[in-house]
């Protein structure tokens, strides 16, 4: 056993600057609860929790943590693992503690993970470095254990107390389901800081039960390399930055600088949904103006989607006059479909509405039979995926559905990460193409619903993208009014009626876009 593991306390003097999400990560993960005096303190920076009743706690048995589950997702070169390495240097003062640092291969964990904990680890903590198993002993009796987890089977072991999972998205799945149980004797903590790879399993697994469920014990929180304190001191680096998001895909800008979870294949809806989103109840008035209350009169349709092998869920749809917004949501397993009923008009508040219509696919004659027989006539829509997709597109490309993003959170989730299915079998044979069956729920009841709706979305004025909306919103009034005056003129000068021997005739070009 070596004196000091390599690179052992180089960066002791280097300053930690503030940035609020690595913060606030720090602060949630110090809070303890105290089955003594029943109250929630913060430890110290040495790991001990003094509440108010005068114990000094060092064990998550006498003071459980508030937070078992924590994630920092964000862009390339943010900081997130160097704040994962102050997390671990933290843990390392509890005595008698096991903790493992983890990587997805051997290569991240050497060149990136290890260094940069343990240029923190002043020399005189240490009581020894086994360089064969990659273990550090500390002088409080304390052990830093780093394993790759390419071998999803090294995640076996004794009880720890704390891991941190370095590039979680990186990580097989089965890896962490196969290192969770070492925590449970202990109660003991995860945290992970990744860069996204796509929705993949640790964004279902830490970031949704915290952002997206509310379920206790797990925080979550992502943010962009741009908020990274550095960059924020260094014009050349935030010059950088810019000149990546002009010249690169968007895409892959928004995963790799922005933290972003995209798909880079396969994507059904996730480039028309950016600037579709309603976040708060101010903005929601401005489609709804008698919000919270409601209309008796609006137009609503409730789109459902059963099964007995994945959850049912229900979407609220109501029309305003700037479209069609979706403003509840409903995702539960495990029940009848008479209970399902029974939870969705309540949740919904349906007797609030007079002009209300359900509609599901037409495969699904259980769900219209028990409905009827509770009174309720469910229409029977369309159910081929590619006909619903590009109903929904349209309406999305039209900019005439919206969604409350507060009040349907798992509903903006589920179509963000909507996607097709590789559609190549085992051999390399191309198959038809189908959506990935894996969180489709509620896009599946939003097509079921706009499938149904007696209506399409009329495009009346010209088609923007975001970016040109933009620019025509950074116009003054009075330069919008001139455009708007040349463009009427030009389309009094130009407008006639086709001819039956003329091309087009009698349509024209009426599907064109003009900007």
């Known amino acids: 056993m070596a004196n000091l593991p390599p690179d052992c306390g180089v960066d002791l003097d280097k300053t930690l600057l503030y940035q609020k999400d690595q913060q606030a990560f720090q602060a949630a993960r110090r809070l303890r609860f105290c089955l003594s005096c029943k109250k929630i303190g913060s430890m110290d920076g040495t790991g001990i929790y003094r509440c108010q009743c005068g114990i000094e706690h060092l064990s998550n048995h006498t003071a459980p943590r508030i937070f078992q589950r924590f994630m920092l997702r964000a862009g390339r070169q943010s900081g997130k693992s160097l704040i994962g390495a102050h997390a671990a240097r933290e843990e390392m003062t509890i005595p008698n503690t096991v903790g493992w640092v983890c990587g997805p291969t051997f290569k991240i964990l050497e060149d990136a993970t290890m260094p940069t904990l343990l240029r923190l680890i002043p020399p005189a903590w240490c009581n020894g470095w086994k360089d064969g198993s990659l273990t550090l002993k500390l002088i409080n009796d304390s052990l830093v254990q780093f394993r790759s987890l390419d071998d999803p089977e090294r995640a076996r072991g004794p009880k720890i107390d704390w891991a941190w999972l370095d590039e979680a998205a990186f990580i097989a799945e089965r890896a962490w389901d196969v290192l969770r149980p070492t925590l449970t004797i202990s109660r003991g903590i995860a945290f992970a800081t990744t860069s996204p790879a796509g929705y993949d399993w640790s964004y279902k697994r830490f970031m949704v039960p915290a952002l997206i469920e509310k379920r206790p014990g797990y925080w979550a929180r992502k943010y962009k390399t741009i908020e990274n304190p550095r960059f924020e001191v260094d014009p050349a680096m935030r010059a950088e930055i810019e000149e990546a998001r002009a010249t690169m895909p968007h895409n892959t800008f928004a995963a790799e600088y922005e933290g972003e979870d995209v798909n880079f294949t396969g994507s059904i809806y996730a480039d028309l949904l950016p600037g579709r989103y309603i976040l708060n109840d101010e903005e929601l008035k401005t489609f709804i103006p008698e919000w919270p209350s409601m209309d008796p009169s609006r137009p609503v349709i409730i789109g459902l ?98 969604f409350a993003t507060h009040l349907c959170p798992k509903t903006v989730e589920q179509f963000r990460s909507y996607r097709y299915a590789d559609n190549y079998s085992a051999d390399g044979q191309k198959r038809d193409e189908k959506v990935f069956k894996i969180n489709d729920e509620l896009p599946d009841a939003s097509r079921y619903a706009m499938m149904a709706w007696p209506e399409l979305p009329k495009a009346t004025e010209n088609v923007l993208t975001d970016a040109q909306q933009r620019r025509w919103d950074a116009l003054d009034e009075r330069t919008q009014l001139d455009i708007e005056r040349v463009r009427d003129f030009n389309k009094q000068d130009t407008e006639k009626d086709l001819q039956p021997n003329e091309i087009g005739y009698p349509v024209g070009d009426f599907f064109a876009s003009y900007v």
């Open 305 to 402: 989607d059963s099964g007995a092998d994945h959850p049912f869920g229900a979407v609220l749809i109501v029309a305003t006059h700037k479209g069609l917004v979706i403003i509840g949501e409903y995702l539960e397993r495990h029940a009848a479909i008479s209970s399902h009923l029974t939870n969705i008009t309540g949740k919904f508040h349906t007797s609030r509405f007079a002009n209300i219509k359900w509609a599901a696919g037409k495969n699904e004659a259980q769900l219209r039979l028990e409905f009827a027989l509770q009174g309720i006539g469910v229409i029977a829509a369309e159910n081929k995926h590619q006909v619903g997709i590009q109903r929904v597109q349209s309406w999305l490309y039209t900019k005439q559905l919206w």
